[in-house]
């Protein structure tokens, strides 16, 4: 008697020992989902022809408290069902020793009377006798009920389901009736049985009371499911998420045996060993998956910009409380506004593999950047498309022009097609269907720069190079917005990390409005994002430069090379290392991508020793601005020199000879340079940049772009530099040139004759074709391109 009382003792102080941490079912994600997955049970409502019956387990395992707690869990239920007697009928039996039918179904027709004798509701105890509840069930029915095979009929059983005798035939036998049977579980219950009882599926059917609006969120989504009646709430959908619940049980472990004293009243007592137990908890686990309905917060796509709170006001609207001086603007946004004219469609991605609150965040995002920079009078005009398994265009540009309010409904609207994330098919398809507009006239097509601004969260599942390539070469401006693990990915498809946009974690991407709205005008800019360019950097390698400052000329040259369009057709970068002695590390025809000049760049090598600007000057010259090496005909040429100034003696008339060629020539000098020495490289102020320091390079790259790009939109002279080789003399013949040759042959001389003789300006052997483009401008090659699509089209 004195050892089982210790052992009672044990067992209640291991209990108590539990701490609330270690939670008997845990949802495995975000404390935001959780939160949403409770605010959606405050929401949900089922209104439909429905017969529920409580079954209470009031027994003495329970206890008064976890009871009590049963109680309010059926109460909270019940507040999501349209109680009354042509809706929803709820009835309630408590079972202990025996089942007690507390009220029938037809007892309340209202929701608060139903709610007020929930509550009044007494604890009784008894035996946990499950079975026996069943078996009323299956005997009585559903006391007050309709009894008609057209109304559904769904029992929730409350228990800790540690059952007296035996309960799986009884609830088979009730399930086989047409009943949906949830087991809801109270306190620390036993899983293994509250599974064996739920009708299937077992995940949709078992819930914890004790997380009553969780509970109450899984009957609700799980009677939709079932189509008993429609209680998710517009703009929420049901989500899986994995789950893991713990049965706690009491291991007895023998720990050895020790002396004790035994023997019986009217007997002499003995010793003898008497054994010794440790008593310990066990958690024994399942793993499983929760079904829950989630609603999108307003907020959580934090649409106040600059530090402002927001205010959620329901499933759609919110409120941005402000900080001083942006009170004006609802969403406490700077003044923006997309005032470049451009044909603009966004491309969104609903992929499968994006959780539905990813795509709702995206959404959310491009709502929050049209509200903050499109206006009814933007001279843009917008698209929609969405993409996964398939790419839909919902609007093609143009569609909303002038009407805002109209293009943030169809925002509203836009719904994810699933599937795979087809990246590569759906920039494929808004390039061929995403821009058709009506002309002015037949002949007239929309000169307007047409950009496509990729939304996505997740890696794409197809081919997305050639995909991008095939949308470039339609004159298409790809820019990529997307999380930091897609930043090479997103560099790929937009050919320029300049028109990549990239956020470390879902909370800053709002912030990327204004840095999007820039790149996005970018295109239509007097910048050199389509401007097309030779141009040629030469780096200072010497002692006097030294290797660490050498580096933040590489990043330097690295900043101002992704502001231009590297490709065959419009900027190519060479980049010459110079000592003593120039290298060239790579030609201008090397590399196709902006992606390839910054891992290019890296590979300058740091040379030390003397320096001679002049030799440098003069390689180029020589050796990179030729037609043989890359430089293309009727495209303007620039040369930016990186130095501090020393070994410069020598370069005044190499830098000459460049400009006489009709290449610029631009000098950027760092440190305590000599300035006069500097600019007569340079030729002018115009031309030369003093940086005080390697440091304080960074805040000249847009100084020297804007520069560069000023003096290449200028009018290009065929003749410079010398198309012609081996001495080869250019004469310009209307808007084109010919060379006139001695003992060579060809367009460009580069073929050895018997005998000397002057060609024309005829067809260029396909594999110089490739090297050498002949333009005008880059006005030119866009006509070029309009007039070949228009050919290819019609």
Known sequence: MHRDMITVLLFIFLLLQVTQAASVQEIQTSHENIAKINSAAEMMQCSAVLDVLFLMDGSYSIGKGTFERAKHYAVKLCEALNVASDKVRVGLIQFGSVPRLEFSLDSFSTKQELKKHLKKISYRGGSTQTGLALKYVLKKGFPGGRNSSSVPRVAILLSDGRSQGSVVQAAAQLKQTGVVLFAVGLRYPKWEELHSLASEPVESHVFLADHFHDAVNGVSTTLSALSFCSATPAGCQAESFPCERKTLETVKELQGNFMCWKGSKGYSPYTSLCPFYRYSKVYKRHQTVCHRTVCSDPCDSQPCLNGGTCVSQGLERYQCVCPPGYGSDPHCAPALSLDCSIDLIFLLEGSATLTLDGFLRLKSFLKRFLQTVISSDSPSKVGLAVFGGEARVEAQVGRFKGNTRNLLKAVDALQPPGGLTLTGQALRHVTRHGFVSEPVFADVSDDLPRVVVL????????????????????????????????????????????????????????????????????????????????????????????????????????????????????????????????????????????????????????????????????????????????????????????????????????????????????????????????????????????????????????????????????????????????????????????????????????????????????????????????????????????????????
């Not at 897609?486 to 320029?496: C, D």
């Not at 912030?511 to 295109?523: F, M, Q, T």
């Not at 004759?753 to 333009?775: F, I, T, Y």
Request: charged share 25%; glycine share 8%.
């Open 455 to 794: 939304l996505a969260a997740t890696p794409a599942a197809d081919d997305v190079v050639e995909a991008s390539k095939y949308a470039r070469d339609r004159e298409i401006f790809l820019i990529g917005v997307g999380p930091e693990r897609l930043k090479a990915e997103l560099n790929n498809i937009t050919g320029n990390p300049q028109r990549t946009v990239t956020y470390s974690s879902p909370d800053r991407l709002i912030g990327k409005i204004p840095e999007l709205k820039a790149k996005i005008c970018s295109v239509d800019m007097q910048g050199c994002l389509g401007q097309a360019v030779d141009l040629v950097f030469a780096l200072d390698a010497s002692v006097g430069v030294g290797r660490e400052n050498f580096a933040t000329l590489q990043d330097f040259v690295r900043s101002i090379s992704v502001q231009f369009d590297v490709n065959r057709d419009v900027a190519q970068v060479a980049l010459v290392a110079y000592n003593r002695r120039a290298t060239t590390v790579f030609g201008l025809d090397v590399h196709e991508s902006g992606s390839a000049i910054l891992k290019a760049v890296g590979e300058a090598s740091y040379m030390g020793g003397g320096v001679s600007t002049g030799a440098a000057l003069l390689h180029i010259y020589s050796k990179v601005l030729t037609v043989a090496n890359g430089a293309r005909p009727g495209v303007n040429k620039a040369v930016v020199v990186l130095t501090d100034g020393s070994g410069g003696d020598d370069a005044v008339v190499p830098a000459q000879k460049i400009r006489d060629s009709g290449v610029s020539v631009f000098v950027v000098g760092i440190g305590d340079m000599q300035r006069d020495k500097v600019l007569m490289i340079a030729g002018s102020e115009e031309y030369m940049i003093s940086a005080p320091s390697y440091e304080d390079l960074k805040y000249f790259e847009d100084v020297l772009v804007q520069m560069v790009c000023s003096e290449v939109r200028k009018p290009v002279n065929l003749c410079k530099p010398n198309p012609c080789m081996h001495d080869g003399i250019c004469v310009l013949s209307g808007a084109s040139f010919r060379c006139q040759c001695h003992d060579y042959e060809g367009p460009h001389c580069e073929r050895r004759s018997g005998k000397n003789s002057s060609r024309g300006d005829v067809p260029k052997p396909a594999g110089l074709k490739k090297k050498s483009r002949q333009r005008k401008s880059h006005q030119e090659l866009l006509r070029r391109y309009k007039l070949h699509r228009r050919r290819h089209t019609a």
